[in-house]
T-cell receptor, first 116, second 113 residues
């Protein structure tokens, strides 16, 4: 079974450009999470979806960030316009249906974003 | 609100040394507790978990016991290997149907041969 798939694995862009990160969760999983990881701030939850509906976006840093989940097998995280401080590794994770006692999240390999 | 506190790193050990990484938590209700590991250049992966008090999670020689009386979930391994060098994250589940995990800041472990 394929794990969580993220693309691209690496992205280098210039300040002001639009960046779109993509994620395909594990089939059958109904929760999807977007995280950002930096040395300075550690691992931060940006947003999570349950059954394709955004449940908590309190971690989205500002209006430049947006996330969508048009169907159960695809999600995007968009940054427009990008800034150098957005440079980080962005992880997508998914989780199977169930109660909080079984909240194992499965992480993708991450997208390393560099904004010049 | 719920929170997780991990010991700060980095932790540097020699191969075959004993490892303890402390994790304490604050939570309402009865959360489940998790340890995740992140190897260099990879995403996080679940190492072990415990869903109720006194449960012991174990995997790959690592163990952690859910201690409700001390609100702790310390990670231990009797003899570390160079391949255990990674960042370790403690986490707890939210209450009820909340799908979020509350994360510690991570502890970096370096094992020298």
């Amino acid at each position: 079974d394929a794990g969580v798939i993220q693309s691209p694995r690496h992205e280098v862009t210039e300040m002001g450009q639009e960046v779109t990160l993509r994620c395909k969760p594990i089939s059958g999983h109904n929760s999807l999470f977007w995280y950002r990881q930096t040395m300075m701030r550690g691992l931060e939850l940006l947003i999570y979806f349950n059954n394709n509906v955004p449940i908590d976006d309190s971690g989205m840093p500002e209006d430049r960030f947006s996330a969508k989940m048009p169907n159960a097998s695809f999600s995007t995280l968009k940054i427009q316009p990008s800034e150098p401080r957005d440079s980080a590794v962005y992880f997508c994770a998914s989780a199977a249906p169930g109660t909080s006692a079984y909240n194992e999240q499965f992480f993708g390999p991450g997208t390393r974003l560099t904004v010049l | 609100g719920d929170s997780v506190t991990q010991m700060e790193g980095p932790v540097t050990l020699s191969e075959e040394a004993f490892l303890t990484i402390n994790c304490t938590y604050t939570a309402t209700g009865y959360p489940s507790l998790f340890w995740y590991v992140q190897y260099p250049g990879e995403g996080l992966q679940l190492l072990l978990k415990a869903t109720k008090a006194d449960d012991k999670g174990s995997n790959k020689g690592f163990e952690a016991t859910y201690r409700k009386e001390t609100t702790s979930f310390h990670l231990e391994k009797g003899s570390v290997q160079v391949s255990d060098s990674a960042v370790y994250f403690c986490a707890l589940s939210g209450a009820g149907n909340n799908r979020k995990l509350i994360w510690g800041l991570g502890t970096s472990l370096a094992v020298n041969p």
